[in-house]
């Protein structure tokens, strides 16, 4: 996309930064780290931050504008907490040089496709691309395949998606946030993924 | 606010007024020039007014369909075309360029008047919103050439068959749609009807018109299936088109973009057919139909409509959509076009069919898409002051601008030094938050572009909504800003909720703003400082009572618009006009009414008075204010001049509750 993001003028004081916080906090036992999904418009991303964050699913589509900002915290058996920041990305392409604004200083990306479109699935692969070149070089990587009660539209097979996923060393998991299949575990594997901080 | 005093008398009118409006000379003293004048404006006054009737009125009867395109080409038989034009020379170039002598070619605002001219004689306050009708029905100039007018028409309808036969003979069939699936027609807006014969059944256009109704209105694309070779898109009242200089069809209000690629390169031709001849196309008179065109470089807008809004009017809608575009993008999109003249917009605008739909559906009902102002909450003085320091504070420390708003109204907002905001930008900012679902369910953070202030590039926008109507924007010209922003927002918020400032809001949501009803009876109670709806509530039994007959003098309605603070006030309605259709009807009418005032070719005017059977307007602009009222169709012109007088004092009176004054960015 041809638009660039230039500051208008000087006016502006320094602001603090979006990377300020750092991506895991030092706390072993209370982590928070910064998520962001991103994906193809319409493969149901907010959806499954809506279900992970609010329990809720909403069938009636409403295209995210930029991005939006939500935080859950989950409580692991091993009695550390983690709380997710979670950057919901807008799937447009207007929006995708944009990404890196969102993406920049995340610990975990979850890409997300729809497994009843080969497109979306191909549109991941760009993602998973853009973050191994410009994301952080220890950020978890998450490869999901949303929409997995659609079965009898399915496009992209597991095997598929597990495959490219194993090639490019993510983790890999097929949900939907309609029945809420999967959510929960995606974010607690996730969380055991996290590095910890040494010693605690 | 100026203490002007519009008067009723003849001594005290200066001769300029005299000349300008004799109709304004005297309400009592009625001599024979006022009554030629508004015998004259009356009868204009009904012949337009009549025939909007006829449109809206059938909008809910049943469909005849008779004779679908025979019909049209029967119709354009007996249209006729104007062309209008901007540079003046080439357009003879034109005129023989499409094959005769006679087109009507009005050049720029004062040439065209000159046509006009011939058939219009003194009242020009009133025949400047008269000629209209004058010209679509029998404008003189309209009889010479008709032949070749008939011509044109009919080739531009077989341009149009054709694209039937093959809708997507460019060959252009692209993918990613913008449409929203989702459109139901059941309870659609349409602004169907084309000609006077033809309805759609369920047209409830007007119905869903009024600002009461928003929340009646159904977002979203409609008719998605259509396209141009559907009978029901081309019955379509008003339509917008967004396409490229190579012809791409980027937005279309009605049917599917991908669909209108034949029809969008039509139009296309058209464009660049005028601009090869060194020429700029503006207008294009049909019969009842007008298409206006506006060229912002690799961009063309379109708007076909048979509505009668002036075109001034239809102009600056092209211009709102042309913002609202820009607010998405930027201008830097342009570069796109410089790289690839065939480019393809559309998926660039994907998701937004809903913000476009959004806008037009508030041209028919936001005074603002008109009136280039804003307009406030009505609010205690301190409670907005609480809300505008807290904001002040915010500002302080980085942040561009910090607006409140609920709904499309401002509780309050501030600007960083030397940083204004234009209130076009406001309202497409408005618009954008509003009609996007997304930012009600968590706090967001958005490039957006005020076209106003800097159309190539982006600020962030961090958007939270704090209750269901009310919401805070925060700008800022930092792309990392997010977090300092949120807090900013808990501050805000933690301030708003300790002084009550949020439930104040949604008690005025519920009071309302200015009634009619309330408006002072005696004028000598100058001092006066509340009514007793603004800001605090009393059920008056004076209202009770006044039900079904507005307010004093038959006063149905008002909006006064204060120059200097670039912000409007408009009252609530009267039981006079509760329906939408009614709403909106009046709406069209101070539309009309304002790009008569402000027509440059014929000069500012001071005052206007019109008297139809759907009501008396007055209009009354000074350096300070303009005031546009009006009241029942029966009432007394003095009395209706007085009543004018007291409502500016009332504004007056009050303008600490219903404007927000001081901080406001434009006073740097």
Known sequence: MGCSSSLPDGSARRLSGMDQDSAVAPDAKNLRV????????????????????????????????????????????????????IWDTAG????AALAPLYYRGAAVAVVVYDITSVDSFTKAQYWVKELQKHGSPDIVLALVGNKADLQENREVSVQDGLEYAEKNGMFFIETSAKTADNINQLFEEIAKRLPRPLTS | MSAEELSSSASSSSDETLERDPSFKSAEGGGVDERLGSVRLEDEGDVEESRS??????????????????????????????????????????GSGVGGDGAVVERDAGEGDGDDGGDVPVLKTAEVVGSEVVGEGSRPGLEVGSEWRRNRTRSNSEIEMDDEQSPSSSGYAGERGSSNGAASSASDINEIVEDDEIREVG???????????QSDWVPGKRHADEDDASISWRKRKKHFFILSNSGKPIYSRHGDEHKLAGFSATLQAIVSFVENGGDRLNLVRAGKHQVIFLVKGPIYLVCISCTEEPYESLKGQLELIYGQMI??????????????AKFDMTPLLGGTDIVFSSLIHSFSWNPATFLHAYTCLPLAYATRQAAGAILQDVADSGVLFAILMCRHKVISLVGAQKASLHPDDMLL??????????????????????????PMAFLYAYVNFLDADSYLMLLTTSSDAFYHLKDCRIRIETVLLKSNVLSEVQRSLLDGGMHVEDLPTDPSLKNRTLSPRVGHDSQGTFRESAAGIGGPSGLWHFIYRSI??????????????????????????????FAS?????????KTQFRRDENYVLLCWVTPDFELYAAFDPLADKGQAIKTCNRVCQWVKDVENEIFLLGASPFSW
């Open chain 2, 203 to 213: 047209d409830v256009d007007g119905a869903n018109g009024g600002i009461d109704s």
């Open chain 2, 597 to 605: 005032m402000h027509d440059k070719g014929i000069g500012p005017h």
């Open chain 1, 34 to 85: 910064k998520l962001v999904l991103l994906g193809d418009s319409g493969v149901g991303k907010s959806c499954i931050v809506l279900r992970f964050v609010r329990g809720q699913f909403d069938p009636t589509s409403k295209v995210t504008v930029g991005a939006s900002f939500l935080s859950q915290t989950i409580a692991l058996q091993d009695s550390t907490t983690v709380k997710f920041e």
């Open chain 2, 564 to 593: 200097y603070l670039d912000q409007y006030v408009s009252s609530e309605f009267s039981s006079c006009l509760r329906s939408p259709r009614q709403q909106k009807r009046l709406y069209r009418a101070y539309q009309k009414l």
């Open chain 2, 429 to 454: 900012l408005a618009n954008f938050v509003m009609s996007s679902e997304s930012f009600r369910t968590s706090e967001s953070f958005s490039p957006i572009c005020l076209p106003r202030y800097n």
């Open chain 2, 53 to 94: 009737d006829r449109v809206e009125d059938r909008g809910g009867e049943a469909v005849v369909e008779s004779n679908g395109h025979g019909g049209d080409e029967g119709e354009c038989g007996e249209e006729s075309l104007v062309v209008e034009t901007e540079v003046g020379d080439a357009s003879g170039d034109l």
């Open chain 2, 327 to 340: 607010l998405i993008l930027t201008k830097s999109v342009n570069r796109c076009f410089e790289r690839n």
């Open chain 1, 92 to 95: 447009q392409e207007r929006y």
